[in-house]
């Protein structure tokens, strides 16, 4: 050791990270003094994570945020990844994919699940390869880059609307389930009949700040892996319960044939299937949360990230497609748009009642941890938007607990007013999930080829089949959805 400089020889094929803590300049918006990175690799492994070398991409594509260049290593690995990831995916979209299987047929239904999954995943590691070029902390970061500043603020509008109206579905799940509709009774209503615990606005609250507020103050997503992981355990347990008890009744001769092809014999039965697809394509985004998810990764790479996407949409099509048959062969035509309201009846076989407490309050479970997973892009997006020039959250303790506060009471408050999830999940699949998960992404790749970036001819083909099919879906979703109110207005 060279007593006098402090320092120490990098041995071969090390890696060192050397802090200097005689300068005043410690907030750089690039790379600084501060910390300064040697690794000892030839010129072939000089590649960037996007698959090729770009010596002079700082020129190209300058850091668009505040302290855009962190250190590599996150704290998250594969399965807390996963879990996050799938998490984001699987929420209350999930109840409304045996109704559109009823709408579509059991053929039909069974592809666009697979499909629309294979998509999402290829729009998804687009994503994270753009992302990673870009040296982007967000969505909002990359599509800044790409296609400027304009369209960053349409993404940022786009993330708020869609988890605002998701997170508002949820809690009026909880509400329908815990203290009963119009239709239906509830678990409170069952257990202990009618009064002031299952008062509809009063149960709402009180999950909101006894379960919900404590999960949502936290800072960071990885912290949310185990409640992710037993989220998704519970939706598990969901569709194990849905799949056993379809399996018996079907043994037992008592399931009526499910009808394999879409129903073109009604104006309604038209007018389903134009807007069953928007629905579908909202129960896949998760993309908002791609980001943060890469960011917390250890030993973040896009393969690696790639990895975590790819074993997340096997899970959620597994998940998805056995949600949607068990459920459309358990209740046939009279499949409700939330299928856990189908669950106060009899289902005609021993351990009903139990079995039926089972699925709503393990679902109403999974719900509770699913939320601060969503909570967290919100919060995230509208700090971006609102106070782009202020820092991080992490930076500021007090402005995160206000806009938490803040959004779990408008949350509150929009969940109160809403009466239904349905007309939400066609509007939100039909404007702000195909932006999201397929005509942002597609317009990334599609610029960034533009400016000279490897695109090969697959992925250009795949990039253009997803916006087009995304404004197609789009268009005539929200045309299926506007005609539907005024048919029925008239």
């Known amino acids: 050791m060279d007593s006098k400089n402090g320092y120490t020889a990098i041995p071969k094929n090390g890696f060192v990270e050397l802090q200097l803590h005689h300068t005043n300049n410690h907030n750089?918006?690039?790379?600084?003094?501060?910390?300064?990175e040697f690794k000892n690799t030839s010129k072939s492994d000089q590649e960037i994570e996007n698959g090729h070398i770009n010596d002079n991409d700082d020129d190209i594509l300058p850091f668009i945020v505040e302290n855009s260049v962190k250190k590599s290593n996150g704290s998250g690995g594969i399965s807390g990844a996963v879990f996050n990831l799938a998490t984001s995916i699987i929420g209350a979209?999930?109840?409304a994919l045996p109704a559109t299987m009823k709408v579509l047929g059991v053929i039909p239904g069974l592809i666009l699940i697979?499909?629309?999954?294979?998509?999402?995943?290829v729009s998804v590691e687009l994503l994270v390869r753009f992302s990673v070029l870009a040296k982007a902390e967000s969505y909002g970061d990359v599509v800044q880059n790409a296609l400027g500043a304009p369209a960053r603020i349409i993404s940022e509008i786009c993330i708020i609307i869609n988890n605002a109206g998701v997170l508002v579905v949820y809690l009026i799940i909880m509400g329908d389930v815990m203290s009963g509709s119009f239709h239906h009774e509830g678990v409170f209503d069952q257990w202990l009949g009618h009064g002031f615990w299952d008062h509809r606005k009063l149960l709402i609250l009180f999950i909101v700040v006894v379960f919900l507020a404590p999960l949502c103050f936290l800072e960071k997503i990885d912290s949310l892996s185990l409640?992710?992981?037993a989220s998704v355990a519970l939706a598990v347990v969901f569709v194990v319960v849905c799949v056993v008890i379809a399996l018996i009744k079907l043994v037992e001769g008592r399931i009526e044939t499910p009808r394999m092809t879409p129903d073109f014999g009604s104006k309604k039965a038209i007018l389903d299937l134009l807007v069953v697809i928007p629905i579908m394509t909202n129960a896949y985004v998760c993309h908002f949360n791609v980001q943060p998810i890469y960011n917390e990764l250890e030993d973040r790479s896009p393969q690696k990230m790639n990895q975590v996407g790819r074993i997340t949409t096997v899970l959620c099509i597994v998940i998805y497609a056995s949600t949607a048959v068990s459920g459309y062969l358990l209740f046939g035509n009279d499949t409700e748009s939330d299928i856990l309201t189908n669950f106060d009846k009899d289902l005609g076989i021993r351990f009903s009642s139990i079995l039926n407490y089972i699925v709503r309050v393990g679902y109403i479970f999974h719900l509770i941890l699913v939320f601060p997973v969503i909570h967290f892009s919100l919060r995230q997006t509208v700090d971006?938007?609102?106070?782009?020039?202020?820092g991080t959250l992490l930076e500021n303790r007090k402005r995160s607990l206000a806009l938490t506060v803040v959004l779990l009471a408008l949350i509150y408050l929009g969940s109160t007013m809403i009466p239904s999830i349905w007309v939400a999940f066609k509007f939100t699949g039909a404007t702000t999930a195909v932006s999201l998960g397929f005509i942002f992404p597609s317009l990334i790749a599609l610029k960034f080829k533009q400016r000279g970036e490897v695109l090969n001819n697959k992925e250009n083909i795949l990039a253009w089949l997803m916006l087009i099919l995304a404004i197609t879906v789009g268009v005539v979703g929200v045309i299926g959805n506007i005609y539907s109110i005024n048919s029925k207005s008239g």
Do not use: P
């Open 384 to 390: 971006a938007l609102v106070f782009k020039d202020s």
């Open 93 to 95: 979209g999930i109840m």
């Open 28 to 36: 750089h918006d690039s790379f600084s003094d501060d910390h300064l």
């Open 227 to 229: 409640t992710s992981a």
């Open 114 to 121: 697979f499909l629309m999954g294979v998509l999402s995943e």
